[in-house]
């Protein structure tokens, strides 16, 4: 990892952004459980909300909803339609795109990008993981994201949103599609991240860059994304 710094990485953006940071501290300790939330009928019969178990995702969309149920449903769902369909299962292709108005991708002003480019087969993946049959079309994407070897030091100011970035190697024949985030977290100004941990199997804080280092270590782990909470 380069140790270098980018002599205008927080000149130009964050000094404005006021996100407290204690974001998310008062679900410290809650257990991980993967894939919590759902719209409370079948396929996917759990609460669409709860404060007691998160995975990274469901973690990170509950705390920007500030734990109301009406916002956490605008998150999670394209227009706010409750539905499995509708659900923003992907974070690089729906969970970004419909969610823009509240977060933005910031990753070049932190570092040397490069493109993850991205073809989601959500038919495909409904079809492995739900049994549904749909009608969805392919969807073609690029994520603009961070390499590991261009990662500088992160001097924000407030919290942000970072995604971790694979290179999809092995994912298709698991999930029936290709997949470029596979976790997500927030990281702190004081180089915590704050995560819903499987490993852990609850909601802690991190030492950021000792993760960074652990992640290195499995090649398909190509770099992060910096997203914005505005």
């Given at each position: 990892?380069?140790?270098k710094?980018?002599?205008?990485?927080?000149?130009?953006?964050?000094?404005?952004?006021?996100?407290?940071?204690?974001?998310?501290?008062?679900?410290?300790?809650?257990?991980?459980?993967?894939?919590?939330?759902?719209?409370?009928?079948?396929?996917?019969?759990?609460?669409?909300?709860?404060?007691?178990?998160?995975?990274?995702?469901?973690?990170?969309?509950?705390?920007?909803?500030?734990?109301?149920?009406?916002?956490?449903?605008?998150?999670?769902?394209?227009n706010?339609?409750?539905?499995?369909?509708?659900?923003?299962?992907?974070?690089?292709?729906?969970?970004?795109?419909?969610?823009?108005?509240?977060?933005?991708?910031?990753?070049?002003l932190?570092?040397?990008?490069?493109?993850?480019?991205?073809?989601?087969?959500?038919?495909?993946?409904?079809?492995?993981?739900?049994?549904?049959?749909?009608?969805?079309?392919?969807?073609?994407?690029?994520?603009?994201?961070i390499?590991y070897?261009?990662?500088?030091?992160?001097?924000?100011?407030?919290?942000?949103?970072?995604?971790?970035?694979?290179?999809?190697?092995?994912?298709?024949?698991?999930?029936?599609?290709?997949?470029?985030?596979?976790?997500?977290?927030?990281?702190?100004?004081?180089?915590?991240?704050?995560?819903a941990?499987?490993?852990?199997g609850?909601?802690?804080?991190?030492?950021?860059?000792?993760?960074?280092?652990?992640?290195?270590?499995?090649?398909?782990?190509?770099?992060?994304t910096?997203?914005?909470?505005?």
């Amino acid at each position: 990892m380069k140790n270098k710094i980018f002599p205008f990485l927080f000149l130009l953006y964050g000094c404005t952004n006021n996100i407290s940071s204690n974001i998310g501290q008062e679900y410290m300790n809650a257990i991980y459980l993967s894939n919590p939330l759902g719209e409370e009928k079948e396929p996917d019969t759990d609460l669409l909300i709860r404060f007691d178990a998160f995975d990274c995702t469901t973690f990170v969309e509950t705390v920007l909803a500030n734990g109301n149920k009406e916002k956490l449903t605008q998150i999670r769902y394209k227009n706010g339609n409750i539905d499995i369909l509708n659900r923003n299962h992907f974070i690089e292709t729906d969970w970004l795109q419909n969610n823009k108005d509240i977060v933005e991708n910031v990753s070049h002003l932190y570092g040397k990008t490069a493109v993850r480019h991205i073809e989601n087969d959500k038919k495909s993946w409904f079809k492995k993981i739900y049994n549904i049959d749909t009608d969805f079309k392919k969807q073609i994407t690029d994520l603009e994201y961070i390499p590991y070897e261009n990662l500088a030091k992160i001097d924000i100011k407030s919290p942000m949103i970072i995604l971790f970035v694979h290179d999809g190697a092995g994912l298709y024949d698991k999930i029936g599609t290709d997949l470029a985030v596979t976790h997500m977290g927030f990281i702190m100004p004081n180089g915590i991240l704050r995560h819903a941990s499987s490993e852990y199997g609850k909601i802690i804080d991190a030492d950021f860059w000792k993760y960074i280092e652990k992640k290195q270590k499995n090649k398909h782990n190509i770099g992060v994304t910096l997203v914005k909470i505005k």
